[in-house]
């Protein structure tokens, strides 16, 4: 929970205290959860609450508030975060190990070209076939004409 003090205009000094729930937006009286993710120092002041919150055994407030139900609703954070860290780490090793067969693949088309030229020439059908271009369908280099030079 963030607490910003706003300022209806100008003239008014006296500030008013406005609690306002991160990630949460109202949209025609409806309370919507968004996906931006909280910064860290968010996520610290979350955890400080829930911390301060288990030194005040007098606290009396609804059963999802309670110290119980917050020190949970952080172990359940704890452990989604963790899920998440999981994820991302396959995810990268399955990235990493789809670039590196997709190298493996060019490599070895690569490879199988020269093996082409090797064993059918560089101006067979064989290795249009493989997507070279024959030799004999290149074009010839051509000459610069120069100009005379005028003294």
Do not use: C, W
Request: glycine share 4%; charged share 25%; aromatic share 4%.
């Amino acid at each position: 929970m963030l607490v910003s003090f706003e300022h209806t205009t100008e003239k008014d000094v006296a500030p008013r205290l406005s609690m306002v729930y991160a990630g949460e937006a109202r949209v025609a009286g409806h309370s919507i959860m968004a996906t931006k993710r909280l910064t860290p120092a968010m996520l610290e002041g979350a955890r400080q609450v829930v911390a301060a919150l288990q030194t005040l055994p007098s606290f009396t407030g609804a059963a999802s508030h309670s110290p119980q139900a917050m020190q949970a609703l952080a172990a359940e954070v704890d452990a989604k975060r963790a899920r998440e860290t999981q994820a991302q780490n396959a995810l990268d090793a399955a990235r990493d190990d789809a670039a590196a067969t997709e190298q493996e693949l060019y490599n070895r088309s690569l490879r199988v070209k020269e093996l082409v030229i090797g064993q059918f020439g560089s101006d067979s059908d064989e290795a249009a076939a493989v997507g070279l271009k024959k030799k004999s369908e290149r074009k010839a280099p051509t000459r610069k004409k120069s100009e005379p030079k005028t003294s």
